[in-house]
Structures are given as C-alpha cells and as structure tokens.
C-alpha cells in the first residue's frame, strides 16, 4: 500500500533542482506561456505625499486568486490549473494559465485583451487593495514578472518579485472621502502623476486633509530579456512588467498616454485590458538569471550582526566554561575526599541532591514528549537549512524549501520519538506505551489543529491562501502512512536499547527540602534573562524571514540563517547548563522542567514581542489581525519546543556527566 501512495506524492509534489538543471530552449515564434498567480500583499511600496514623506498604511497579510470574481481580470477560454509542489500549495501558490499570447521575438505594441464590467462593489474592494499595495505576479519560463526596485542601502538595482495593481495618487482636498474629490487632468501621462483640484463652492468646505487616488492598471508593458546561444536557439532571462493606468472610451484606442483610469464607486465601470510586448537581448546566462532576483538586504547589517553575537558567544562561552571547569575542579577534589555520614563538614553544594536530581519531575510524560518533539522539529530545521545554503533548493523550484521541510519533519519522527522514549525512561514513568501512542500525535496533532482553525479565517476571507481540503487529507494520509510507522519504531527501539535510565546515583524514597533561592535564579527572571542571548542572535535574520513569510519576498540568505542558528543552539545551551548548575549548587534539584523553561519560553517570548513590533500596529482588519497574531504564537511555540529541548538535553547531559565523576558512598 506504501508504493502507490509514495508515487501519488510523486506526482503532485514536483522535484527540486539545482540552477541550470531544467532550461527550456525556444525558437522564434514558438509560444512562450504566461502564467498568473495569486495577488499577494507588498511591503516594500509604500505612499508619499507631495512633500515626499511616507504615509503609513495598513497591512494586509493574506492574498487572492487572480480569477477571484471580484477582479474580473480577463480568461482564457478554459481556465487551467498547473500542477503545484506541497510546499507551493500550503504557502498560497494558485498558478493558471491566461489570456495573454506571447510569441519568442514577436513584439507587440498595443494588443487587446478583453473588456469587462466592474460593477461598484467590486470597484470598491480593488480600490482598497490598491491602496494597501497589493501586487499581481505573473510567471513566464518559471521566472517572475518584476518590477525593478533601487535599494539606496547599497545603491544597486534588483528585481521585486510581481507588479502593482494599480497606482495611488496622494493629493490634499476636501471632503469625506475620496470619491468626493472632483480631478481635472492637467498633463496626465502613463506615470499617473499631475492631478489639480476644482474649486468648491465655500458653504461645501471643510478641513483639509490628504486623499489617497486609485488608479487602476489597465495596460502592462512586457519586456522579457532573452539570451541567444546561437544557431536559434534562446532562453529567457528576465521579465519586468510596467503597470500603466489608462482610461478608454472604446476598444479601437489603444493609446498608452492619456488620463489615468479611476474606478468609480458609484457606478459599474467598463474595462479595456490591452498590453505591450517587447523582446531584449541579454549576456546574461540562464544558470545566472536569478541572481537579479536574489537581492541582498542590508548586508553591512548582517554582517555586523553576526560578527557582534559571535564575539559575544565566544565571550560567554570562555566565561561559562573557565567558571564551570574551575568550579567543578573544586567540587571533584573536595567531594572525592568527602564522606557524606560526616554532615558537619559540608552543609551545601550540588553533591548533597544526588539522591534527588534524577527524581521523576511532574507530568514527565508531557514533558518528554515535548523534548523529543523540540528535537524532532530541530533536526528538521537544520537539515533543511543546511541543504538550502548548499543550493539544492533552487527558488526556481516553487514551494521545495516547504515541502522538504515537511518531508524531513515526517521522517524525523523516528527520532523524537526514540528521545521521547528515552527521556520518560530516563525520568522513570511507568506508562511506556502511552509515550509511545502519544508522541507522534501530540505535538503534530496541535499543529494542524492550528492550521485548521486559521484556515476557517481564510476562507471565510476568500483568501487564495486557503489550504485546499484534498491538501490536508493528503497531509494526514502521509504522515499515518510515514511518519507514524517510523515514530513507532523509533519508541520500541528506544524502549528495548536505550540505557538513559541507568543514573549515576540512586534516588532516594523521601525527597529532600530545598532551600530558599535567590531572585535572580526563580524561574520567571532566569527565563527572561537567559532569552536575551539566544534572540539576539537570530533577532536581525527574524526580520527577513517575516518579510519573506507574509509579504513575497524572496528570501535566500540561508549561510547567514545557518550560521545564527548555529549561535541560537551555542548559547541556548551555555546559558542552560549555567543556570541548572548555580540551581543544583543551591540544592535546588528540580531542573527538568526549569531546564525547559529557561531554555524555550524567553527566547520564544522576545520572538513573539518581536513579531508584534515587526508590525509597527497597522495590521488591517479583524481577520488579517487574528490571522497574523494566530501564526506568529504558533512560530514561537515552535521556537519554545526547539530552544527548550535544547535547554533540557544539553543540562541532562551535563548533570549525568558530572554526578559521574564524584563518588557517592
């Protein structure tokens, strides 16, 4: 039953590959396909006002179809859907074939497309997504339309990923709201730039304030840049498309000058679509052509940042384990030399919880299924970072980063299911099976609980990002089918051959009294105060992958992402183990679940506040608000397990290790 299921998988998940592997090769007037995918959000393009300071606007975070009924964008005459990877699905990829009819070195100047009716209700709602951004993305030979953007950071020019829906206009008036405002156009040209005010009659006025202008884009310019290997034969290297707003009476005029075209809402509208098609030769390769693509955002930031924190860790790694080895050197010569019948010679220190440090904790069952699920999550962010920054992840391939992700964390159960069994025997719980029957299905069981309940706030949106129910029920069919087996296996292997219950030191019946701790080291401050260090060290990449997550952007700066979380990990656990150490030098022998506190809950707290603040509070919309905060708790849940399995094993290890080397009479 596990072969056709796996080639089924096969045939709706696509390969990744790397550059240079695939490369279509056209010939003139062979038909080159033009594909629409979803309107998503953009963060990058924000509006001035005539003084040239940016007003700030709301942010959406949640896309639509192309042929959403509210755009009425031209069809083909049967719509088409094009095969999709998992990855590409669950991220909101609905890729269509479409009207447009593009031939290799065939330009076009000026060519019909459709007209439509837009009533004005739909009229209204392409407005507001033109004023909040909204950008159209196309694909053509598996490249992105673009839109040449100007980074004045390291002033070099690169390709944004999609185009605008239209332009926005800010002018100062009166009234109460923009269609209000009488325009008189003086000049206007394809750039929608030169709008004056008629006067009012002065019983109208009222205060003056700055009006924001749709105008909808009704023409593209296509220019798609090919490179010629000779003896005819040519691949595409980039395609940037120009957004032009023009206002037409008839379909006979296809003028791309002229007043811009203003979608009332008052009243239905008649659209004419044309677009421009116009071929350029380039020296770019095709194994090179995403390199304009791949833009590198504030680089000096993260060089700085990534310098700074591994001075830090090195810093706090010299400091932590000069301290540690010089202290354990003293423990180890005076406790090898220390009878414990002899109280009075020694009244603290982390040798007297030696019959209680490896005493079962509360809910240790929760806890270790927690802990092997952190690792389990864990080694699936590392593999796929690792494998990403090699660049066998090519962006070329859409959605492959998702779907290797989601792959490596089903095969990966096998593993945290063999720590979660380990852990609880290493705890001493009696209920082995459950552990087993719970440990596949706790953790992942939460995660699509979430994903469900933010998938009900996107239908009820009619959001292009709604994960289709056939994706789900494939989801949960290969998970029973992969990844259950395997976490299975890896409990009864871990329950017969793992040897993490065999202490260095017996635990004793009475439990012992543990003495009053200092502030600094009660649970809620040391979380805090140990989260500082982890956060910081991926708080700059955080930034980049929230701008990739919800507003399109291209992210692929993986060394830097592997290089911070390799500090997350270093200093998650010298800040853990320095911690559980002054802890149980205190006599305070209850580490495990502050183990996995201090390691997980500050870290993931700071990236839930940072989250927040990534936001600026202009979210817009109950929904858009629900949906965004919904995702960002689930991340730093995530971010708790990994961080705090983290904490929990590193502090196991180093407790085992050093109640090894004493001896307990």
């Given at each position: 039953m ?5 080639l089924g ?9 790397l ?13 080159i ?11 990058y ?10 007003i ?10 192309y ?14 859907k ?19 009819k593009i ?9 019909s ?12 709602f ?5 004023k ?14 673009a839109t040449?953007?100007?980074d004045p ?18 002018v100062?008036g ?8 009488k325009q ?12 004056e ?6 019983k ?7 009006f ?6 009704n023409?593209?310019?296509?220019q798609?840049e090919?490179?010629?290997r ?13 957004p032009?707003?023009?206002k037409?009476?008839s ?8 007043d811009p ?7 239905d ?10 071929f ?15 833009h ?12 700074n ?7 706090l790694s010299?400091v932590?384990i000069?301290?540690l080895?010089?202290a354990?050197?003293?423990?180890f ?14 009244d603290?220190g ?26 389990q999550l ?8 690792f ?9 070329s391939?859409?959605g492959?980063l998702?779907?290797?992700m ?6 990966f159960?096998?593993?945290g ?5 380990g852990?609880?025997?290493?705890f001493?719980?009696?209920y ?5 029957m719970?440990?596949p ?12 309940a ?6 009820w949106?009619?959001?292009?990002d ?7 029920f494939?989801?949960i ?7 259950f ?18 202490h ?13 701790q ?12 140990a ?5 910081g060290s ?8 929230y701008?990739?997550l ?26 853990t183990?320095?911690?559980?150490y ?8 209850k ?6 506190i201090?390691?997980?809950?500050g ?23 629900v ?21 929990f094993i590193?502090?196991m ?5 050093i ?6 009479e």
């Amino acid at each position: 039953m596990l072969l056709p299921v796996l080639l089924g998988f096969l045939s709706v998940v696509n390969a990744f590959y790397l550059p240079g592997v695939a490369p279509t090769t056209y010939h003139k007037d062979d038909e080159i396909p033009l594909l629409v995918n979803h309107l998503s959000p953009s963060i990058y393009w924000q509006h001035q006002n005539e003084n040239g300071k940016k007003i700030g606007k709301e942010k959406y975070l949640y896309s639509y179809d192309y042929y959403y009924d509210k755009f009425h964008f031209c069809q083909p005459e049967k719509i088409e859907k094009q095969p999709a990877s998992l990855g590409s699905i669950i991220f909101g990829d609905r890729i269509y074939n479409s009207p447009y009819k593009i031939k290799m070195l065939e330009e076009q100047s000026c060519s019909s497309l459709c007209k439509t009716l837009i009533p004005k209700d739909d009229a209204k709602f392409i407005n507001k997504l033109i004023k909040n951004g909204f950008f159209q993305n196309w694909l053509i030979d598996g490249l992105p339309a673009a839109t040449v953007v100007h980074d004045p950071t390291t002033k070099s020019d690169y390709y944004g990923t999609g185009f605008q829906l239209g332009y926005v206009d800010v002018v100062q008036g009166f009234g109460e709201s923009d269609t209000e405002i009488k325009q008189k156009p003086k000049g206007v040209s394809s750039s929608n730039q030169g709008l004056e005010l008629e006067t009012r009659e002065a019983k109208n006025l009222k205060i003056m304030k700055n009006f924001e202008i749709p105008y909808f884009a009704n023409h593209h310019d296509i220019q798609i840049e090919y490179h010629d290997r000779g003896e005819g034969n040519l691949r595409v290297v980039g395609v940037t498309v120009t957004p032009v707003s023009v206002k037409r009476s008839s379909p006979g005029t296809c003028e791309t000058k002229g007043d811009p075209l203003i979608l009332s809402e008052d009243e239905d509208n008649e659209v004419y679509f044309t677009y421009s098609v116009k071929f350029v030769e380039s020296d770019t390769v095709w194994a090179t052509r995403w390199d304009k693509y791949l833009h590198i955002y504030d680089p000096t930031i993260q060089w700085f940042s990534l310098i700074n924190f591994s001075i830090v860790v090195v810093l706090l790694s010299s400091v932590v384990i000069h301290m540690l080895l010089k202290a354990l050197r003293s423990d180890f010569a005076r406790y090898n030399e220390l009878n414990l019948d002899n109280d009075f010679q020694e009244d603290s220190g982390w040798k007297l919880v030696h019959g209680d440090v490896f005493r079962i904790p509360t809910k240790s069952m929760l806890l270790s299924i927690l802990v092997g699920s952190g690792l389990q999550l864990f080694l699936m962010i590392v593999v796929s970072i690792f494998f990403a920054a090699l660049g066998f992840l090519s962006p070329s391939s859409r959605g492959s980063l998702a779907t290797v992700m989601f792959m490596l964390y089903a095969l990966f159960g096998f593993v945290g299911s063999y720590a979660s069994m380990g852990v609880y025997k290493f705890f001493g719980g009696p209920y082995w099976k459950a552990n087993l029957m719970l440990t596949p299905v706790l953790v992942p069981g939460f995660i699509f609980f979430c994903i469900i309940a933010m998938n009900l706030f996107l239908f009820w949106a009619h959001s292009s990002d709604t994960i289709p129910a056939s994706t789900l029920f494939f989801m949960i069919l290969i998970w029973f089918i992969c990844s259950f087996p395997s976490a299975i296996a890896g409990s009864l292997i871990a329950h017969k051959k793992c040897h993490w219950d065999e202490h260095p030191t017996k635990t004793n019946q009475i439990a012992r009294q543990i003495p009053f701790q200092p502030w600094y080291l009660k649970t809620i401050p040391a979380t805090f105060f140990a989260g500082i260090f982890p956060f910081g060290s991926i708080a700059v990449e955080l930034y980049f992958i929230y701008t990739s997550l919800w507003f399109n952007k291209i992210f692929y700066m993986f060394g830097f992402l592997l290089f911070s979380f390799i500090l997350l990990t270093l200093t998650t656990c010298l800040v853990t183990i320095l911690i559980t150490y002054q802890s149980v030098s205190l006599e305070n022998w209850k580490w495990q679940w502050r183990s996995f506190i201090v390691g997980g809950c500050g870290c993931a707290f700071y990236v839930f506040v940072h989250s927040i603040l990534f936001t600026k509070f202009k979210l817009g919309g109950f929904i858009t608000i629900v949906l965004y905060v919904g995702y960002s708790a689930l991340i730093s849940i995530l971010c708790c397990l990994v961080t705090g399995s983290i904490g929990f094993i590193s502090s196991m290890f180093f407790l085992r290790r050093i109640f090894s080397s004493i001896k307990v009479e």
